[in-house]
């Protein structure tokens, strides 16, 4: 009892299954109903579909060779993977088990845990399109743009100082100073004043200021 208890309130799905194609389960706890739509009952003895059937079908060989490559070594298996549901959804799932070994060495099944991770697969991913989307965006536009460390003094340009400006990035200095020695001395002044204060306020700051291009010709102004 104590231990059906602790297995119902199990954030996904334990389980004990026999090492075959179909993974055929043995023991399955409670949370298979949430975590794919079917009962335990269902998966038990695949008396409705096998958990195989579940695994989505472009990831079913590699799971089985990646178990197959832990059980030698008898170590543990864990890996993410798609699982299709009762209902036909797509899930993100990860999976942690390992092999049950009898006294003679011999293999008696597989028990291990698989929880939903779809949520953090998809975050994890909208993550990754955003940053995409934000780096093609500085390699595209127009708009001289800069990432500067204040703690390190660190600078990273993006390609439009070579489009607008004509200097290659490779000539660019890391630090401030090479952008300081490109505005223009009627404006450098000035420019100090009015970036300083805001700057070490944490407010934003903004200037216009002439910069000079790689041809040696003052640009209009930037702000």
């Not at 949370?31 to 579909?49: H, W």
């Not at 990646?66 to 209902?87: D, K």
């Not at 797509?90 to 929880?115: C, H, Q, S, T």
Request: net charge negative; glycine share 8%.
């Amino acid at each position: 009892r104590q231990l059906a208890t602790l297995m119902s309130n199990l954030f996904g799905m334990a389980y004990r299954c026999r090492n075959d194609r179909f993974w055929t389960m043995e023991l399955v706890s409670e949370g298979c109903q949430e975590l794919t739509g079917y009962a335990p009952s269902d998966l038990l003895g695949n008396s409705v579909v096998a958990y195989d059937d579940v695994v989505h079908p472009d990831d079913r060989l590699r799971l089985h060779r990646e178990v197959e490559e832990a059980l030698p070594l008898a170590r543990p298996y864990e890996f993410t993977y798609r699982i299709v549901t009762a209902a036909g959804a797509l899930k993100w799932v990860w999976e942690r088990g390992r092999g049950v070994f009898g006294p003679d060495g011999e293999l008696l099944a597989l028990e291990g845990f698989i929880a939903d991770v779809t949520a953090a697969r998809e975050a994890t991913e909208a993550l990754r399109t955003s940053e995409e989307r934000y780096r093609l965006a500085l390699q595209a536009t127009q708009e001289i743009m800069y990432d500067w460390d204040i703690g390190s003094g660190r600078i990273v340009w993006n390609p439009a100082v070579t489009r607008v400006l004509g200097w290659p990035l490779e000539e660019f200095g890391d630090t401030l100073d090479a952008w300081g020695d490109l505005i223009h001395p009627d404006d450098a002044a000035r420019v100090g004043a009015e970036l300083d204060a805001p700057v070490a306020s944490g407010e934003v700051c903004t200037s216009e200021y002439r910069p000079r291009r790689k041809s040696g010709e003052w640009a209009p102004a930037l702000d």
